[in-house]
């Protein structure tokens, strides 16, 4: 188990992630990538890419700007509607999140409430800012995107985009002609989204600049759920968090048939399928570190008809924290820019016209690497970070056992062939314990070393990151092997 304390120093220490600005005292909100973060990220933006547009071959990814006028956003309803409840302290002048506030006074989610339940609550409660113990208040909305003024005098208003997801809405008319004129047609984008958050204190969580990894799915309502193998995963059992129960520890295990029987669309379901296997099978976190919860009415973002988070278990964050989401956004954002913009977005498929409804992947990638990090740590006699294969940010390390004898030069030559395959790293710094604590605590899950047995022709050592067990491999085979170890083809010689 993990604190943020061990997560961040990890992190630091090794070249993940941190705070950043902080030679000029930090930047609230805002962080900054190392080497191996960023390696981290790549591999975790890679395997979602081959997961998720790998659903179909009408899936894509698309790139657009950061900026967007107001008049767009105006159509989508963020100018009206993306806020959260600001609470300001009538002595010291501190900001808070409303639901924050009360979260912290009552220890379970207090999500959706308005202005005045807010400030009701906070008289009920008799909370007062926590920074001088003055008087909170009155609570009012606050739009949580930041403004730009474009253009040498800044007149014309627009705003740093709070979703990847708009600029997909945007050119979805364009990709639908560019495209095979089919539904139900995916485009994603994995990008930058702003939010000026009222107060990012849980570190890397809430963050004021952001990336996001999201798959638009435009969708037929009357035909996608019959193009989809529901039959293939009607028994697979889901972590489900029901709205009324997802303050507790734990989820149900409701097999997909029956979540279809309690109402929900056979398509939607077939996705969360999706998504619990990219969470289980390809990224391996434990099963009951994951589940979906499910959002009520009052708590769903303002242009979601079905919403479930997806969580995840992290000891760093203090239980399960949301890292993604599963949107069914009917079609509010493409019906929304047809009046804002007056251009149709209706297409014409076979016999029919529509304006196609939605179904939103959504998933905050720097929380995703977080809650990697926060899972993967374990602290023994050494830490290790047991990231999986697929993601670690170096594969495989090679060492020389001792910087002499003319080992190191094989350990090169070695290294220098192996790269042609895998993006293998050389180390031959400090004591070999030193090497193999510093790849461990990368997460590095194999590390190839060059001894004085191989010069004799007897191959090399190659050891295991969490067992520690080593097993000797001919030169000549060494690439297959590592190949095969990190596909997962084949397991470490027990
Ligand atoms: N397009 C839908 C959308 O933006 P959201 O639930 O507001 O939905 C999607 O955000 C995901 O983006 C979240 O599940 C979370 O993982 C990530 N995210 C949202 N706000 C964030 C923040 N302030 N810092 C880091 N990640 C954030």
């Not at 790549?42 to 395997?47: C, F, Q």
């Not at 570190?203 to 990894?213: I, P, T």
């Not at 979540?259 to 969360?272: A, C, E, I, M, N």
């Not at 461990?440 to 060059?450: A, K, L, N, Q, Y």
């Amino acid at each position: 188990m993990a604190s943020y304390e061990d997560v961040l120093s990890l992190s630091v220490r090794r070249g993940f992630i941190w705070p950043a600005v902080d030679l000029y005292g930090g930047f609230a909100g805002f962080y900054d990538y190392g080497h191996n973060g960023v390696l981290l990220r790549r591999h975790w933006e890679d395997v979602w890419v081959e997961s998720f547009l790998g659903l179909s071959d009408n899936y894509h990814l698309i790139d657009t700007t950061t900026i967007l006028p107001e008049a767009a956003l105006k159509a989508s309803g963020h100018v009206d509607h993306f806020t959260d409840i600001l609470v300001t302290c009538t002595r010291c002048g501190e900001s808070y999140r409303g639901d924050q506030l009360l979260e912290a006074a009552t220890h379970q989610e207090e999500e959706g409430l308005t202005a005045q339940e807010i400030d009701a609550r906070i008289q009920e409660l008799k909370i007062r800012c926590p920074n001088c113990k003055g008087v909170l208040g009155p609570s009012r909305e606050f739009n949580m995107m930041f403004p730009v003024g474009i253009g040498p005098t800044g007149k014309d208003r627009a705003y740093l985009r709070p979703e990847t997801a708009q600029g997909v809405f945007l050119n979805f008319k364009r990709e639908f002609e560019a495209l095979r004129r089919k539904l139900p047609m995916g485009l994603a984008i994995v990008g930058r989204a702003y939010r000026n958050e009222i107060s990012p204190r849980q570190g890397a969580y809430r963050m004021r600049e952001f990336l996001q990894a999201e798959l638009q799915i435009f969708f037929d309502p009357a035909t996608f759920g019959d193009a989809l193998p529901f039959d293939a995963i009607a028994s697979v059992p889901v972590r489900i968090a029901w709205a009324a129960e997802k303050d507790s520890s734990g989820a149900l295990e409701i097999p997909a048939k029956d979540l279809v029987t309690r109402g929900l669309p056979s398509w939607y379901v077939w996705h969360l399928v999706q998504v619990q296997r990219f969470y289980l099978d390809t990224l391996r976190i434990p099963r009951d570190a994951f589940r979906l919860a499910e959002l009520d009415d009052k708590e769903r973002a303002f242009y979601n008809k079905i919403h479930f988070d997806i969580q995840v278990r992290q000891e760093s964050l203090g239980g399960f924290k949301e890292v993604g989401g599963v949107h069914y956004r009917t079609d509010h954002d493409l019906k929304g820019h047809e009046a804002g913009s007056h251009a149709k977005q209706s297409v014409t498929v076979g016999a029919t016209k529509l304006v196609p409804h939605v179904l939103e992947l959504s998933f905050g990638v720097d929380r995703n690497v977080w809650a990697l990090l926060d899972l993967s740590y374990a602290k023994g006699d050494r830490v290790v970070l047991r990231l999986p294969a697929r993601v670690a940010p170096v594969p495989v390390a090679v060492f020389p056992l001792v910087n002499k004898d003319g080992i190191p030069e094989r350990a090169e030559a070695l290294w220098a062939t192996l790269r042609k395959r895998i993006a293998a790293f050389y180390d031959d710094s400090g004591s070999i314990g030193r090497r193999y604590a510093r790849i461990d605590e990368i997460g590095t899950p194999f590390s190839v070393t060059v001894d004085h047995e191989t010069l004799e022709g007897k191959g090399v050592t190659v050891r295991e990151r969490d067992s520690q067990k080593q097993f000797r491999v001919l030169e000549p085979e060494l690439p297959n092997t590592l190949e095969r170890l990190l596909s997962g083809e084949a397991t470490f010689p027990a």
